[in-house]
């Protein structure tokens, strides 16, 4: 259905990317083609156009190495559309000094390994104030003071009412160096049982101060899991390796002490995120020690480094069966899908083909009518029947153009990039890359902007053979100043959690996958 827009530009800005003309005015158009309408009020017209929309598999496989990882993953999911979902994670650990010293006749207390899960900061559920506390500290013996802890729940996707058993293995397989790429449907050798605890869902963190003037005895200000671990496995594997060649450098360590996997036993629960970066591993130890002629045995505490020098890998298994996407219609580009899938860590993407009729009746708005695209946006739903439940919907989504370049000499060869969109119009006012409509009501829809991509189209002679929209779950991560994209291969998606289902190419679905174009003529 066409219908007629009146339109009065009351602002107009240069910005300078790539040639974009922008100006301030209704946020449903971007403001390509503003040029062609300063002489005062415009007409506009919008028009709908279908579009093919299909799936795209992508084997539930996904580069997941510490380039990519953010943020880990952890947990299990499972529900009715796209099955089974579970998630562990790999790292190495380096010793924080080589060929250490543990003193003599050194005994393991405990090992404690401290994982710090994304947290809901403004929503302490409990808040435990002991006022008649005793802290006990080598130097002053009893002291009495006051325990406060704060608890917090875990962000979470899936059911939050769950208690999984954490659980940390050593792993036997060589990890590699820090840069070298690793995918997250990887298999590798399991060793040693090395600890495991029951996980409600919630993190606290603990402060105790003396009664007598408040001075900080103890602050562990960052929430996190601690992580009881086999105190006998790293007496033999650490302690006694004193002096031995497996303690005294890097390469040998890495090799002798190749890295820890931390899953769940369940199949079913929910997924949260962590930093890889910020993980503890802490072993509490006793030794002998002589002092004018007296032998103590004070406790001493040894870290291993587990940041950013290691290699870190997500582990994603997956079970569809029975599940909706087990079923689904995949990678049709010429009828496209009635339902659409779209899921983080290796699922489903969407893909949006533009057919040439559409492109053709629009060049001949073009040609005939002098029409000018000012507005072109992708215009997807949520299903309302598939996906009503009480999941949060995706706010992150990315969008790249796919084509290949048939007058190279590998025309087979599918190539990557940003939309021109996003080349011309990244970090300008009044320029998004999609815009998320009913968030809150069944169903929600996004608009992706593609002006510039549908004008090249249409105002030049860009090819439409093999080009197409693919669409992510996941969002482009910025330069490490923040100023700009870092690029359109480094996103989010590896460790985003969400999901959901789209209306696809549905015929006379008022919902179906649509391009939603406003053009002006005068």
Same mark, same amino acid.
């Given at each position: 259905?066409?219908? #007629?827009?009146?339109?009065?530009?009351?602002?107009?800005?240069?910005?300078?990317?790539?040639?974009?003309?922008?100006?301030?005015?209704?946020?449903?158009?971007?403001?390509?083609?503003?040029?062609?309408?300063?002489?005062?009020?415009?007409?506009?017209?919008?028009?709908?156009?279908?579009?093919?929309?299909?799936?795209?598999?992508?084997?539930?496989?996904?580069?997941?190495?510490?380039?990519?990882?953010?943020?880990?993953?952890?947990?299990?999911?499972?529900?009715? /559309?796209?099955?089974?979902?579970?998630?562990?994670?790999?790292?190495?650990?380096?010793?924080?000094?080589?060929?250490?010293?543990?003193?003599?006749?050194?005994?393991?207390?405990?090992?404690?390994?401290?994982?710090?899960?994304?947290?809901?900061?403004?929503?302490?559920? #409990?808040?435990?104030?002991?006022?008649?506390?005793?802290?006990?500290?080598?130097?002053?013996?009893?002291?009495?003071?006051?325990?406060?802890?704060?608890?917090?729940?875990?962000?979470?996707?899936?059911?939050?009412?769950?208690?999984?058993?954490?659980?940390?293995?050593?792993?036997?397989?060589?990890?590699?160096?820090?840069?070298?790429?690793?995918?997250?449907?990887?298999?590798?050798?399991?060793?040693?049982?090395?600890?495991?605890?029951?996980?409600?869902?919630?993190?606290?963190?603990?402060?105790?101060?003396?009664?007598?003037?408040?001075?900080?005895?103890?602050?562990?200000?960052?929430?996190?899991?601690?992580?009881?671990?086999?105190?006998?496995?790293?007496?033999?594997?650490?302690?006694?390796?004193?002096? /031995?060649?497996?303690?005294?450098?890097?390469?040998?360590?890495?090799?002798?002490?190749?890295?820890?996997?931390?899953?769940?036993?369940? /199949?079913?629960?929910?997924?949260?995120?962590?930093?890889?970066?910020?993980?503890?591993?802490?072993?509490?130890?006793?030794y002998d020690k002589t002092e004018n002629g007296t032998t103590t045995r004070p406790q001493t505490t040894y870290s291993f480094?587990?940041?950013?020098?290691?290699?870190?890998?997500?582990?994603?298994?997956?079970?569809?069966?029975?599940?909706?996407?087990?079923?689904?219609?995949?990678?049709?580009?010429?009828?496209?899908?009635?339902?659409?899938?779209?899921?983080?860590?290796?699922? +489903?993407?969407?893909?949006?083909?533009? +057919?040439?009729?559409?492109?053709?009746?629009?060049?001949?708005?073009?040609?005939?009518?002098?029409?000018?695209?000012?507005?072109?946006?992708?215009?997807?739903?949520?299903?309302?029947?598939?996906?009503?439940?009480?999941?949060?919907?995706?706010?992150?989504?990315?969008?790249? /153009?796919?084509?290949?370049?048939?007058?190279?000499?590998? +025309?087979?060869?599918?190539?990557?990039?940003?939309?021109?969109?996003?080349?011309?119009?990244?970090?300008?006012?009044?320029?998004?890359?999609?815009?998320?409509?009913?968030?809150?009501?069944?169903?929600?829809?996004?608009?992706?902007?593609?002006?510039?991509?549908?004008?090249?189209?249409?105002?030049?002679?860009?090819?439409?053979?093999?080009?197409?929209?693919?669409?992510?779950?996941?969002?482009?991560?910025?330069?490490?100043?923040?100023?700009?994209?870092?690029?359109?291969?480094?996103? #989010?998606?590896?460790?985003?959690?969400?999901?959901?289902?789209?209306?696809?190419?549905?015929?006379?679905? +008022?919902?179906?996958?649509?391009?939603?174009?406003?053009?002006?003529?005068?």
């Open positions: 259905m066409i219908h #007629t827009i009146k339109k009065a530009i009351t602002v107009f800005s240069m910005v300078v990317f790539g040639s974009a003309l922008l100006y301030n005015c209704e946020p449903d158009a971007d403001t390509l083609g503003e040029q062609l309408f300063l002489d005062g009020a415009a007409q506009g017209n919008e028009k709908s156009f279908d579009v093919t929309a299909f799936n795209i598999n992508n084997n539930d496989s996904i580069r997941s190495d510490a380039s990519k990882l953010t943020y880990a993953v952890l947990g299990a999911f499972s529900e009715g /559309q796209f099955g089974m979902q579970k998630a562990s994670y790999l790292t190495q650990l380096r010793l924080s000094t080589y060929d250490p010293d543990f003193g003599t006749n050194a005994v393991v207390d405990s090992v404690v390994l401290v994982m710090k899960p994304r947290y809901a900061t403004d929503s302490v559920t #409990t808040n435990t104030v002991d006022d008649s506390y005793t802290y006990t500290t080598a130097a002053d013996g009893s002291v009495n003071a006051k325990k406060v802890v704060n608890t917090y729940p875990v962000l979470k996707f899936g059911k939050a009412k769950k208690t999984f058993n954490l659980r940390v293995h050593e792993v036997n397989t060589f990890l590699k160096g820090v840069s070298d790429s690793a995918k997250s449907n990887q298999t590798f050798d399991i060793g040693s049982d090395l600890g495991s605890k029951q996980f409600k869902g919630y993190v606290s963190s603990v402060a105790i101060t003396k009664d007598d003037g408040g001075a900080a005895l103890f602050t562990a200000s960052t929430p996190g899991i601690r992580i009881p671990l086999d105190k006998n496995f790293f007496q033999s594997k650490i302690i006694a390796k004193k002096d /031995q060649p497996e303690l005294q450098d890097a390469s040998n360590f890495i090799r002798y002490f190749k890295g820890l996997r931390i899953s769940v036993d369940e /199949q079913d629960g929910y997924l949260f995120q962590f930093s890889p970066n910020d993980m503890e591993l802490i072993m509490y130890y006793k480094a587990l940041g950013s020098a290691n290699t870190h890998i997500g582990q994603y298994q997956y079970d569809r069966t029975g599940s909706a996407w087990a079923s689904a219609t995949i990678g049709n580009q010429s009828n496209g899908a009635p339902k659409l899938f779209l899921q983080g860590m290796g699922g +489903p993407s969407i893909g949006i083909k533009i +057919p040439d009729e559409t492109i053709n009746q629009l060049k001949q708005l073009y040609q005939n009518d002098k029409a000018a695209i000012i507005s072109a946006k992708v215009r997807i739903y949520t299903d309302p029947t598939d996906w009503n439940n009480n999941l949060a919907k995706p706010r992150e989504l990315t969008i790249v /153009q796919k084509y290949k370049d048939l007058s190279s000499s590998t +025309p087979d060869k599918t190539i990557t990039a940003f939309t021109s969109d996003i080349l011309n119009l990244a970090g300008s006012n009044n320029y998004s890359i999609y815009k998320i409509f009913d968030y809150d009501k069944n169903p929600t829809y996004y608009d992706f902007i593609v002006t510039k991509s549908v004008k090249d189209f249409v105002e030049t002679s860009a090819d439409n053979t093999t080009k197409y929209f693919r669409i992510d779950m996941g969002s482009f991560q910025t330069n490490s100043d923040g100023t700009s994209l870092a690029g359109y291969k480094f996103t #989010t998606t590896p460790y985003n959690t969400y999901r959901a289902v789209f209306v696809g190419s549905q015929a006379g679905n +008022p919902n179906r996958v649509q391009l939603k174009v406003i053009y002006g003529t005068k």
